[in-house]
């Protein structure tokens, strides 16, 4: 049996007056945000929206509506997602048993990757001198399968080692938009989560 092949998305809504048009853009936009598990680019959202329609002003829209619910749109460098606003964090945490993938890390996991947010790219070499000992490929292999890094480019030295950088992940796990939102590297050095 043939598969009747979808239609094709009308993205200019010309037959729709234009108060409707932009509404119908906007819950566009809200259900591709809703969908995705991961920041959406302004170029992928761009795809489902009109012409020369601007993304920023339906994204501003679609902030101003959501100001009253518990979850927001957020900005990260590589586009938007939909999140829940920090004031129900705790409630969240309460309702789920599993906890947070963060949560699981022990204390030298998250130093580690402390270290590789603030040195990044760094190579495992790079983190042997932070720490004095090497750092096992177990513990980068946790770091890796939770997403929250990645390999880099290669050492540019002997053999060309490959060096970590945090993820996009990183930041939504630490709800950051940028590095730059890191932490004060000293007040992290006091508590014993950041090295060097």
Do not use: C
Request: proline share 5%.
């Amino acid at each position: 049996m043939r598969k009747t092949p979808e239609p094709q998305l009308d993205r200019e809504l010309k037959a729709l007056p234009p108060d409707q048009r932009w509404y119908e853009w906007l819950r566009r936009i809200e259900a591709v945000l809703f969908a995705s598990a991961t920041p959406v680019s302004r170029e992928a959202l761009a795809r489902v929206v009109g012409q020369g329609v601007s993304v920023e002003l339906l994204i501003d829209d679609l902030s101003a509506e959501l100001e009253s619910r518990s979850f927001q749109v957020a900005h990260v460098k590589d586009g938007w997602f939909l999140r829940t606003r920090s004031a129900y964090a705790s409630a969240i945490r309460d309702a789920q048993s599993a906890g947070h993938q963060v949560m699981d890390l022990n204390a030298f996991d998250v130093a580690v990757l402390a270290a590789i947010a603030y040195h990044q790219p760094i190579t495992r070499e790079g983190l042997k001198d932070i720490f004095g000992k090497d750092i096992s490929r177990d513990l980068i292999g946790r770091l890796h399968d939770r997403g929250l890094i990645g390999n880099g480019p290669r050492a540019p030295r002997r053999g060309a080692p490959y060096t970590f950088v945090t993820t996009d992940q990183f930041l939504l796990a630490f709800d950051l938009e940028t590095l730059q939102d890191l932490p004060d590297r000293e007040r992290l050095e006091d508590a014993g989560l950041a090295r060097g």
